[in-house]
Nanobody, 126 residues
Framework: HVQLVESGGGSVQAGGSLRLSCTASGYNFSSYCMGWFRQAPGKEREGLAAISTVPGTSFYSESVKDRFIISQGRDKNALYLQMNSLKPDDTGMYYC????????????????????WGQGTQVTVS
């Protein structure tokens, strides 16, 4: 039973930084894609960043490219999102997600591609 648990959300002023964490458990596949999504009130879930465990390639949406950095823990069971230069438009619920793939992540980060989801952590930028 795959479980993803996010943490690290909170309130921050515009221009500030936050680091989100996601802990994954309950699987033993060696190759998968993990990503971060954001959903603002009244909006669709938006893919922000994704990383392939093999070979460690990362992808970003244009809205967060050059501000956010996705990374993995050494044991690949942890996923992080370092968010810098935060803007009020970054406000929303942030979700960690994953799917198993021998080919790594697709270059376009779309929610239907991801099979497993966390419960989310709220980020508010004012």
């Amino acid at each position: 039973h795959v479980q993803l648990v996010e943490s690290g959300g909170g309130s921050v002023q515009a221009g500030g930084s936050l680091r989100l964490s996601c802990t994954a458990s309950g699987y033993n596949f060696s190759s998968y894609c993990m990503g971060w999504f954001r959903q603002a009130p009244g909006k669709e879930r938006e893919g922000l960043a994704a990383i392939s465990t093999v070979p460690g390639t990362s992808f970003y949406s244009e809205s967060v490219k050059d501000r956010f950095i996705i990374s993995q823990g050494r044991d690949k069971n942890a996923l992080y999102l370092q968010m810098n230069s935060l803007k009020p438009d970054d406000t929303g619920m942030y979700y960690c997600a994953a799917y198993f793939s021998a080919l790594g992540c697709k270059t376009i980060i779309l929610a239907p591609s991801f099979e497993y989801w966390g419960q989310g952590t709220q980020v508010t930028v004012s």
